[in-house]
């Protein structure tokens, strides 16, 4: 593996998946339309029944599915490099967690309403909590099973502070439930383009450590030889994770699994060198997003599964299968 | 977690020290018990504690009565606060009693079984096995005295699938609690497919549920979960005996004579029990099983989790959450499970930072 020609094979193979995803995510649903009509519909957008559900609601669920999936991944990729971790994910580590709280907090506490008021509040909650992670778990050297309890832990409880803040209001619960299980549904363009500069600055900043978590992977000390600067190597790939993060609760809710299953995923695929890592994640993630997403829509008409849910019940077993093989899990 | 071979040594040596001539024993006839003179202090003073929380929550409340009237109340009855006391709030008290003694007592033998101080029943699938049974029963019309037996079934299936799934590297190992992790997620997820698509107003009593809370709750489920108390009283004597040998690893068990996974299986299922009883009858209590065991620890000076300590130190800690939820913003009743949760995650948090310098965790 490893060699040029193959990984940029799968790079192809990735984008053709994507552009699949992004098709199906536009013309399945409650109501199926043909690929042709969306197409039309996207071209001149008449104002037809087609066109309507094509550009008024499919669209911006898309492109937040495209955005959220990226997010995730790359927070994954840049977790597992930072913690060492095969079990990092935003949700596991409770990161997701921090942010959602973040974000409740700005409903009920400060009566804010908008999406961008959300994204500050679920970046800082994102960064606390993985604050408080990351100086609770260390660099390394801490089991995989202590990591992922402690997240699990995190999540519980933030999780219930957050539902007895709302069992006192009935209104505020019934908007927040939809939220809380990480969805894509009624998204609008705004939303989208509201999140889009965190994603891509968080983008930037895991492209541009990417080359620094390959040293990193080699212990601090062989990274310092090599000339990398380790502390801002972590800075970068912690802002990032947050970043990330912060930015995909705060518009589609706590979707897990995602941030684990696409970074193991593309180094099966593509070996440990994290720039070609990061290029496949940030094609998959958006893939595997989507994908969970139209599964939501099709499987119980007329109603709608959540993607976070379904990320949720393809991801657990994902999990019990890397648990049981990975042998870095034994401690 | 220490490693298996440092761990053993330590508990070798303290077992051997606990018999040495000199140190006070109990005898009465073939059995024995050494007994842990920090360990009778503390369990004596937590009973004290304990029968101070009960006194406040009968004391406290829309009308506050005297600790004295409450006594007399309760005992000798037939006084004004007869109906308050002992209708009201006595049974609500004596579950949250119960139900906390059940989870620290359920949560000291998961933590004993599987050698980590952070395996608690919401992480081995016992709450969420049992929150998905109720959530469909509180969504779909069942009658509500069908709640707390499906929750019960619900939560011993959860952890009889996390047990099949784990068991294969054996009970200690770290894979059987990350399989724990990983059904929990996945039976979490399937509640949320429940609650989102139920009827905003099931779906907010669901969540209560969840939390956990003993709002209108009274005698029937503290008999409940009192008797399950009650029924694994003899296996939670023997408990007492065979956690010494489960605390080594398995080797030095072995080399004891002891059965080491049998043991485990029996105590697992044990604490299971009495976890699962718990959260059918209150719903989903967080981290009581989980810091209650830690904290009794913590104050007896032990390696292991004392089983009655533990379940002293649930009991208080389910009664003051209670307590304090029913009046921090009375009228209005915060669920105990809030509570709880406000406690534990911090404790975890400081439970986490003090293992890792020590090197423990």
């Given at each position: 593996?490893?060699?040029?020609?193959?990984?940029?094979?799968?790079?192809?193979?990735?984008?053709?998946?994507l552009?699949?995803?992004?098709?199906?995510?536009?013309?399945?649903?409650?109501?199926?339309?043909?690929?042709?009509?969306?197409?039309?519909?996207?071209?001149?957008?008449?104002?037809?029944?087609?066109?309507?559900?094509?550009?008024?609601?499919?669209?911006?669920?898309?492109?937040?599915?495209?955005?959220?999936?990226?997010?995730?991944?790359?927070?994954?990729v840049a977790?597992?490099?930072?913690?060492?971790?095969?079990?990092?994910?935003?949700?596991?580590?409770?990161?997701?967690a921090?942010?959602?709280?973040?974000?409740?907090?700005?409903?009920?506490?400060?009566?804010?309403?908008?999406?961008?008021?959300y994204?500050?509040?679920?970046?800082?909650?994102?960064?606390?909590?993985?604050?408080?992670?990351?100086?609770v778990?260390?660099r390394?050297?801490?089991?995989?099973?202590?990591?992922?309890?402690?997240?699990?832990?995190?999540?519980?409880?933030?999780?219930?502070?957050?539902?007895?803040?709302?069992?006192?209001?009935?209104?505020?619960?019934?908007?927040?439930?939809?939220w809380?299980?990480?969805?894509?549904?009624?998204?609008?363009?705004?939303?989208?383009?509201?999140?889009?500069?965190?994603?891509?600055?968080?983008?930037?900043?895991?492209?541009?450590?990417?080359?620094?978590?390959?040293a990193l992977?080699?212990?601090d000390?062989?990274?310092?030889?090599?000339?990398f600067?380790?502390?801002?190597?972590?800075?970068?790939?912690?802002?990032a994770?947050?970043?990330?993060?912060?930015?995909?609760?705060?518009?589609?809710?706590?979707i897990?699994?995602?941030?684990?299953?696409?970074?193991?995923?593309?180094?099966?695929?593509?070996?440990?060198?994290?720039?070609?890592?990061?290029?496949?994640?940030?094609?998959?993630?958006?893939a595997?997003?989507?994908?969970?997403?139209?599964?939501?829509?099709?499987?119980?008409?007329?109603?709608?599964?959540?993607?976070?849910?379904?990320?949720a019940?393809?991801?657990?077993?994902?999990?019990?299968?890397?648990?049981?093989?990975?042998?870095?899990?034994?401690? | 977690?220490?490693?298996?071979?440092?761990?053993?040594?330590r508990?070798?040596?303290?077992?051997?020290?606990?018999?040495?001539?000199?140190?006070?024993?109990?005898?009465?006839?073939?059995?024995?018990?050494?007994?842990h003179?920090?360990?009778?202090?503390?369990?004596?003073?937590?009973?004290?504690?304990?029968?101070?929380?009960?006194?406040?929550?009968?004391?406290?409340?829309?009308?506050t009565?005297?600790?004295?009237?409450?006594?007399?109340?309760v005992?000798?009855?037939?006084?004004?606060?007869?109906?308050?006391?002992?209708?009201?709030?006595?049974?609500?008290?004596?579950?949250?009693?119960?139900?906390?003694?059940?989870?620290?007592?359920?949560?000291?033998?998961?933590?004993?079984?599987?050698?980590?101080?952070?395996?608690?029943?919401?992480?081995?699938?016992?709450?969420?096995?049992?929150?998905?049974?109720?959530?469909?029963?509180?969504?779909?019309?069942?009658?509500?005295?069908?709640?707390a037996?499906?929750?019960?079934?619900?939560?011993?299936?959860?952890?009889?699938?996390?047990?099949?799934?784990?068991?294969?590297?054996g009970?200690a190992?770290?894979?059987?609690?990350?399989?724990?992790?990983?059904?929990?997620?996945?039976?979490?997820?399937?509640?949320?497919?429940?609650?989102?698509?139920?009827?905003?107003?099931?779906?907010?009593?669901?969540?209560?549920?969840?939390?956990?809370?003993l709002?209108?709750?009274?005698?029937?489920?503290?008999?409940?979960?009192?008797?399950?108390?009650?029924?694994?009283?003899?296996?939670?004597?023997?408990?007492?005996?065979?956690?010494?040998?489960?605390a080594?690893?398995?080797?030095?068990?072995?080399?004891?004579?002891?059965?080491?996974?049998?043991?485990?299986?029996?105590?697992?299922?044990?604490?299971?029990?009495?976890?699962?009883?718990?959260?059918?009858?209150?719903?989903?209590?967080?981290?009581?099983?989980?810091?209650?065991?830690?904290?009794?620890?913590?104050?007896?000076?032990?390696?292991?989790?004392?089983?009655?300590?533990?379940?002293?130190?649930?009991?208080?800690?389910v009664?003051?959450?209670?307590?304090?939820?029913?009046?921090?913003?009375?009228?209005?009743?915060?669920?105990?499970g809030?509570?709880?949760?406000?406690?534990?995650?911090?404790?975890?948090?400081?439970?986490?930072?003090?293992?890792?310098?020590?090197?423990?965790?």
């Open positions: 593996m490893g060699s040029r020609a193959r990984r940029m094979s799968v790079i192809l193979v990735a984008l053709a998946l552009a699949l995803a992004v098709l199906a995510s536009l013309a399945l649903g409650s109501k199926p339309i043909p690929v042709g009509d969306v197409l039309s519909a996207l071209r001149d957008g008449d104002g037809g029944e087609h066109a309507t559900i094509v550009r008024g609601m499919r669209v911006p669920r898309t492109l937040v599915g495209l955005e959220v999936g990226a997010a995730l991944a790359l927070a994954g977790m597992q490099a930072l913690t060492r971790n095969p079990l990092a994910d935003p949700r596991i580590l409770g990161v997701s921090g942010a959602a709280a973040g974000v409740v907090t700005a409903i009920a506490v400060f009566g804010i309403t908008t999406l961008t008021g994204v500050w509040f679920g970046l800082v909650g994102a960064a606390v909590a993985g604050v408080l992670v990351y100086a778990t260390g390394a050297g801490v089991s995989p099973v202590n990591v992922a309890l402690a997240g699990a832990a995190v999540d519980a409880s933030l999780g219930a502070l957050i539902y007895g803040l709302l069992a006192v209001d009935a209104r505020t619960f019934d908007e927040y439930r939809f809380a299980v990480g969805a894509l549904a009624g998204r609008t363009p705004d939303m989208a383009a509201q999140v889009l500069p965190f994603v891509m600055a968080g983008l930037l900043l895991a492209v541009v450590a990417a080359r620094g978590l390959d992977a080699l212990g000390d062989v990274a310092r030889g090599l000339g600067r380790v502390g801002r190597v972590r800075l970068a790939a912690a802002g994770a947050v970043l990330l993060t912060g930015a995909a609760v705060a518009v589609a809710g706590p897990a699994f995602v941030g684990l299953a696409v970074p193991h995923l593309a180094r099966g695929l593509v070996g440990a060198d994290h720039r070609w890592v990061v290029a496949v994640s940030v094609l998959l993630g958006p595997l997003v989507l994908a969970a997403d139209v599964v939501g829509r099709v499987i119980t008409p007329p109603g709608e599964v959540p993607t976070g849910v379904v990320t019940l393809v991801g657990a077993p994902l999990l019990v299968v890397l648990v049981h093989r990975a042998r870095a899990v034994s401690a | 977690m220490t490693a298996p071979g440092g761990s053993a040594c508990e070798a040596g303290r077992d051997l020290r606990a018999g040495l001539p000199g140190r006070p024993a109990l005898r009465i006839g073939e059995a024995s018990a050494l007994v003179r920090r360990g009778v202090a503390v369990t004596v003073a937590l009973a004290a504690v304990l029968a101070a929380a009960v006194v406040a929550s009968l004391s406290l409340g829309e009308v009565v005297g600790p004295v009237q409450v006594l007399r109340a005992f000798l009855g037939g006084t004004p606060e007869d109906l308050l006391v002992n209708e009201l709030r006595l049974p609500r008290t004596a579950l949250a009693a119960a139900a906390g003694a059940a989870f620290g007592l359920g949560g000291a033998l998961i933590q004993s079984v599987s050698r980590n101080p952070l395996a608690s029943p919401d992480v081995i699938g016992v709450t969420q096995g049992a929150g998905l049974a109720a959530t469909y029963a509180l969504t779909t019309g069942v009658a509500a005295a069908a709640v037996p499906a929750a019960l079934a619900g939560g011993l299936a959860a952890a009889a699938l996390v047990f099949a799934i784990g068991a294969r590297h009970l190992a770290h894979r059987f609690v990350l399989s724990g992790v990983a059904v929990a997620f996945a039976l979490r997820a399937l509640i949320e497919i429940i609650i989102v698509s139920a009827d905003p107003i099931d779906g907010q009593r669901a969540q209560i549920w969840l939390i956990g809370s709002n209108g709750r009274g005698w029937t489920e503290a008999a409940a979960v009192a008797g399950t108390l009650l029924l694994t009283g003899p296996a939670l004597l023997w408990a007492a005996r065979a956690l010494h040998t489960t080594l690893d398995d080797d030095t068990a072995r080399g004891l004579g002891a059965r080491p996974v049998a043991r485990r299986l029996g105590l697992g299922v044990t604490g299971v029990l009495l976890a699962a009883a718990a959260t059918a009858q209150v719903g989903a209590v967080d981290f009581v099983a989980l810091v209650a065991p830690q904290v009794a620890r913590r104050l007896a000076g032990t390696d292991r989790p004392p089983l009655l300590g533990a379940a002293l130190v649930g009991a208080v800690l009664v003051l959450a209670d307590l304090v939820g029913r009046r921090l913003l009375a009228p209005t009743q915060l669920p105990a809030v509570l709880t949760a406000a406690i534990g995650g911090p404790y975890l948090v400081f439970l986490l930072v003090r293992g890792r310098r020590r090197g423990s965790v």
